[in-house]
């Protein structure tokens, strides 16, 4: 089992930028594939980015794409993501999510992991 931990989150102007991460307990964490998911009150939880266990595929939201990074330290059982250039649209709470192995063509569905954190809140003011 993993437990999943998120920090980093907070309070930023649009244009500004933050660094989430996300510390896994266990020993198998370059087992889990990996995912940030976000949820903005009143909207569905939606999918923001992932990356493989070895780090060396990520795939992104449309919405995030070149503003957003994903990476991952197996040695150090971390997981991060990078958010640059920040917006409005982009205040949500956000989780880190695991899954076993491949994540295959499946990498945007939640329902797929298995374990996920608390969350953190990441709020971008105009």
């Known amino acids: 089992q993993v437990q999943l931990v998120e920090s980093g989150g907070g309070l930023v102007q649009a244009g500004g930028s933050l660094r989430l991460s996300c510390a896994a307990s266990?020993?198998?964490?370059?087992?889990?594939?990996m995912g940030w998911f976000r949820q903005a009150p009143g909207k569905e939880r939606e999918f923001v980015a992932a990356?493989?266990?070895?780090?060396?595929?990520?795939d992104y939201a449309d919405s995030v794409k070149g503003r957003f990074t994903i990476s991952r330290d197996n040695a150090k059982n971390t997981v991060s993501l990078q958010m640059n250039s920040l917006k409005t649209e982009d205040t949500a709470v956000y989780y880190c999510?695991?899954?076993?192995?491949?994540?295959?063509?499946?990498?945007?569905?939640?329902?797929?992991?298995?374990?996920w954190g608390q969350g953190t809140q990441v709020t971008v003011s105009s």
């Open positions: 266990g020993r198998t964490f370059r087992s889990y594939a």
């Open positions: 990356v493989t266990t070895t780090g060396g595929t990520t």
């Open positions: 999510a695991g899954r076993r192995g491949v994540y295959g063509g499946t990498y945007y569905d939640g329902s797929k992991y298995e374990y």
